[in-house]
C-alpha cells in the first residue's frame, strides 16, 4: 500500500493569510503532483515535478507555488488565500512498475477560505 | 492531447448485483495506458485496476474488471457482487506511456449501492 501522506486534512483561514500545505510520501517516488478538485467534479492539474529542484506548472492556472527541496517533500503554498481558493487538494506521487506509471493520491487536504 | 469522456454522471446498483460505468477517450499515442480509480466520501484516490493499450486481454482484479475496445476507444469497468463499500466517485483516467507524463481525469461517474 502506497505511503503518502497530506497535512492539514482540513483547513478553514481567513481571507489574506498565507498558507502552506504540506505532502510527503515515503516510497521514493521521483515524480510528484497536486491536483485541485471541486466537489464531485474532475481533478485539475496545478503543478508537478519530476524530482528534485525540479517544478512544473499543470494544467490548471494556479496562484500556488510549489518547491521540491527534498525528494520526500512537495509543499503547496498560498502567499495570500482567497475565497475562490476554496477546493479540495490532493497530493500524489508515481512509480513506475512492469514498465507502467502509476499515480497513488494522498488524502487530500479541504481548504475553506472565508 | 487526450481527452476522456464519462457519460453517466450518476449511476445506482443494488447490493450483490453488477454495473458498469463506461468511459470513452480520445488520444492520438500509439502507447498508452488506462486507469479507473475510486474516490470514496473520504476522498483519497484509490486505484482500482490498469490496462495496458497494447494488451488485448482486459485487465481483472477479483470483483472489478474492463471491457476495453481498442477501435471505439471505450474502456468500462464493471464490478461484479457489487458491496455496499464500492459506492464511490469513479474516475477513468487514460495516460501517456511515455515516462513522466501524467493522467487525464474524466468527470467521475458517482456510484451508490443500495441495500
Known amino acids: 500500500e502506497a505511503d503518502i501522506y497530506q497535512t492539514p486534512r482540513y483547513l478553514v483561514i481567513g481571507t489574506g493569510k498565507k498558507i502552506t500545505l504540506e505532502c510527503s510520501q515515503t516510497?521514493?517516488?521521483?515524480?510528484m503532483y497536486w491536483y485541485q478538485q471541486d466537489p464531485g467534479m474532475e481533478l485539475h492539474l496545478i503543478h508537478y515535478s519530476y524530482g528534485v529542484n525540479s517544478t512544473e506548472k499543470g494544467d490548471l492556472s494556479s496562484e500556488s507555488t510549489v518547491s521540491r527541496i527534498r525528494t520526500e517533500h512537495f509543499p503547496l503554498t498560498l502567499e495570500s488565500a482567497r475565497p475562490s481558493h476554496t477546493s479540495q487538494y490532493l497530493c500524489?506521487?508515481?512509480?513506475?512498475?512492469?514498465?507502467?506509471?502509476?499515480?497513488?493520491f494522498g488524502p487530500g487536504t479541504r481548504l475553506l477560505v472565508l | 492531447a487526450q481527452t476522456v469522456t464519462q457519460s453517466q454522471p450518476e449511476m445506482s446498483v443494488q447490493e450483490a448485483e453488477t454495473v458498469t460505468l463506461s468511459c470513452t477517450y480520445d488520444t492520438s499515442e500509439s502507447d498508452y495506458y488506462l486507469f479507473w480509480y475510486k474516490q470514496p466520501p473520504s476522498r483519497q484516490m484509490i486505484l482500482v485496476i490498469r490496462q495496458e493499450a497494447y494488451k488485448q486481454q482486459n485487465a481483472t482484479e477479483n470483483r472489478f474488471s474492463v471491457n476495453f475496445q481498442k477501435a471505439a476507444k471505450s474502456f468500462s469497468l464493471k464490478i461484479s457482487d457489487s458491496q455496499l463499500g464500492d459506492a464511490a466517485m469513479y474516475f477513468c483516467?487514460?495516460?501517456?506511456?511515455?515516462?513522466?507524463?501524467?493522467?487525464?481525469f474524466g468527470e467521475g461517474t458517482q456510484l451508490t449501492v443500495n441495500p
Open positions: 516510497m521514493g517516488h521521483d515524480k
Open positions: 483516467a487514460p495516460k501517456r506511456g511515455t515516462s513522466g507524463s501524467r493522467l487525464t
Open positions: 500524489a506521487s508515481s512509480e513506475w512498475n512492469s514498465n507502467q506509471e502509476t499515480q497513488y
